[in-house]
């Protein structure tokens, strides 16, 4: 199918109500107030995040929930005259993040089908995979999803690697619930109402590469490639017409939802496979939260203490340049106060209340509240100190975090398997190199370690209870260990207990000794 045609809607019009909820969801996660207030009170800013979705393709973060909705906090605009006290609280951003440590916090092991594309996809890994993890990750709880795609450049580099790519700049085609083609696109100049953007598009066995020359609403006319020098080198590489032939029959791009379904866009077509973030639904409760904590800044700043004083106890500046006082003197403002019977000049001190438990308890119920919702347990974001504690602990703690995680591997995994498949075949077409293409084996790490003294107990526990072998308890405390480095391991605490005796009825071999065993008469073990 070829690249999109000129003349036309970008992003398509099919996508409106996707922008506009990502417009939302990035404006929270980016956590600038200038892009909050503009989103929701269609107030000037600019795009935080630099992805050029917004700001470049509409000229500004627009109002994407539209002023009818006034009660919105950052709806409401600053009074003129005032300055803008409005205090954001990075919630949404706290949660993609530990979203992404309890997938990733430890790198995934990723073995291959056999010892030479175990080892090829060693040096892959090692190469930044688990840091595109990460980000990817975080991009997913944040926005919905995110796109792995496959790239390379032989001039630059003698491997392909993984790269992540977030779901506000794509353009998914979809057959059966599974994705059959994506358009992604960047903005490479946005002056005054002319916009260049280059458009890539991965369908199976081909890329295809487009730059554009348009408005800010209308992708505009397709332009040869080099006459934009971050696509020259593009151009180079061009093997058929507008297109890379990749060699495979595997698509180049993969998505990976944060989470489905998407209780928004069940109804449309073009965005009913669309995963949704973690904070969907708790956009009402993230704006009361920046509310609650504005008014309790709002609290400090008007309580304050301040002291009245009389105008005779300021100094004169001179004819007509008033009077004053040193500020190290706390002095509010003069007032000309008639002096009380029997009074002579007073100082009046002035301190308001600060409601300090209010507010701290709205705000606690209310990040409670978000973070249910959310599906993470109050206890991941350390609401429980820092108090030492046993793994056990911790994920009883965190269970409901814990089974927001699993339910999150459910959707990582296959697209992390078909994305390390796709990588190794590119590595073997592209590259040459001598590896077997095939589903690989991913084993996502522990986000939570256990600490080594409760492993040292629970080993010798198992231990005296005859309840495992050595193997089993040497992997239990070294489970990053290849299984040469057990072996040798067992073999090594055999014979330095006494239990690798040579075998008697093999010359030179050794083996376990039967000591510790009774014997029935014929030398078995029982």
């Known amino acids: 199918m070829p690249l999109p045609s000129g003349n036309q809607q970008w992003p398509p019009a099919a996508l409106d109500s996707v922008r506009d909820k990502l417009t939302v969801w990035d404006a929270w996660y980016c956590g600038d107030p200038?892009?909050?207030a503009a989103v929701y009170g269609g107030q000037g800013g600019t795009d935080p995040g630099g992805t050029g979705f917004f700001s470049s393709e509409r000229g500004?973060?627009?109002?994407?929930?539209?002023?009818?909705?006034?009660?919105?906090?950052?709806?409401?605009?600053?009074?003129?005259?005032?300055?803008?006290?409005?205090?954001h609280v990075p919630v949404a951003s706290d949660i993609a993040r530990t979203s992404a440590d309890l997938l990733f916090s430890e790198p995934p092991t990723v073995k291959g089908p056999d010892d030479t594309t175990t080892k090829r996809l060693g040096e892959l890994v090692d190469d930044g995979l688990h840091g595109t993890l990460l980000e990817a990750a975080e991009l997913a709880a944040a926005l919905g999803g995110v796109y792995l795609r496959v790239v390379w450049d032989r001039e630059t580099y003698p491997a392909p690697w993984l790269d992540a790519h977030p779901a506000s700049n794509a353009v998914p085609e979809w057959q059966w619930g599974r994705l059959s083609a994506v358009t992604f696109w960047r903005v490479l100049e946005a002056d005054g109402d002319r916009v260049i953007r280059h458009l890539e598009r991965h369908e199976p066995g081909f890329i295809l590469h487009g730059l554009y020359e348009g408005s800010r609403d209308n992708l505009g006319t397709k332009v040869p490639l080099t006459d934009h020098a971050a696509t020259a080198g593009i151009a180079r590489a061009l093997t058929s017409g507008d297109a890379i032939a990749?060699?495979?029959?595997?698509?180049?791009?993969?998505?990976?939802?944060?989470?489905?379904?998407?209780?928004?866009?069940?109804?449309?077509?073009?965005?009913?496979?669309?995963?949704?973030?973690?904070?969907?639904?708790?956009?009402p409760l993230l704006d009361a939260l920046d509310e609650v904590y504005s008014s309790w800044m709002r609290d400090i700043e008007i309580g304050k203490g301040r002291i009245i004083?009389?105008?005779?106890?300021?100094?004169?500046?001179?004819?007509?340049?008033?009077?004053?006082?040193?500020?190290?003197?706390?002095?509010?403002?003069?007032?000309?106060?008639?002096?009380?019977?029997?009074?002579?000049?007073?100082?009046?001190?002035?301190?308001?209340?600060?409601?300090?438990?209010?507010?701290?308890?709205?705000?606690?119920?209310?990040?409670?509240?978000i973070l249910r919702s959310a599906g993470y347990s109050t206890q991941t974001f350390g609401e429980q100190g820092d108090a030492a504690v046993t793994a056990t602990e911790v994920v009883s703690r965190n269970r409901m975090s814990f089974t927001t995680r699993n339910r999150k591997i459910v959707y990582w995994r296959p697209a992390l398997d078909t994305a390390v498949e796709t990588l190794l075949a590119i590595d073997k077409v592209v590259f040459g190199t001598n590896v077997t293409v095939g589903p690989p084996t991913i084993e996502f790490g522990d986000s939570i370690s256990e600490d080594p003294k409760?492993?040292?107990?629970?080993?010798?526990?198992?231990?005296?209870?005859?309840?495992?072998?050595?193997?089993?308890?040497?992997?239990?405390?070294?489970?990053?260990?290849?299984?040469?480095?057990?072996?040798?391991?067992?073999?090594?605490?055999?014979?330095?207990?006494?239990?690798?005796?040579?075998?008697?009825t093999l010359t030179g071999a050794e083996g376990p000794s039967d000591a510790g065993f009774p014997s029935d008469g014929g030398g078995s073990r029982p």
Do not use: C
């Not at 909705?69 to 205090?87: A, D, H, I, M, Y």
């Not at 449309?268 to 973030?277: D, E, K, S, V």
């Not at 072998?469 to 006494?498: C, F, K, N, Y």
């Open 246 to 283: 990749t060699g495979i029959t595997q698509l180049t791009a993969v998505y990976v939802p944060n989470m489905r379904p998407n209780r928004l866009w069940r109804g449309n077509p073009a965005a009913a496979h669309l995963g949704r973030p973690d904070i969907a639904g708790t956009e």
């Open 34 to 36: 200038n892009a909050l």
């Open 454 to 504: 409760t492993l040292a107990e629970t080993a010798e526990l198992l231990n005296r209870a005859e309840a495992t072998s050595r193997d089993t308890l040497v992997r239990m405390l070294h489970p990053d260990w290849e299984d040469e480095q057990v072996e040798a391991e067992v073999d090594r605490i055999l014979e330095e207990t006494g239990r690798l005796v040579a075998d008697p």
């Open 309 to 369: 004083v009389p105008g005779a106890y300021l100094e004169s500046n001179g004819p007509g340049e008033g009077a004053s006082w040193d500020p190290d003197r706390r002095v509010y403002s003069p007032l000309n106060l008639l002096p009380r019977s029997g009074d002579g000049a007073t100082i009046e001190a002035v301190q308001f209340q600060i409601r300090v438990t209010e507010h701290r308890d709205t705000a606690q119920d209310l990040l409670e509240q």
């Open 60 to 87: 500004g973060w627009r109002a994407a929930v539209g002023r009818t909705l006034q009660r919105w906090f950052w709806g409401q605009p600053t009074p003129s005259g005032e300055q803008r006290s409005k205090l």
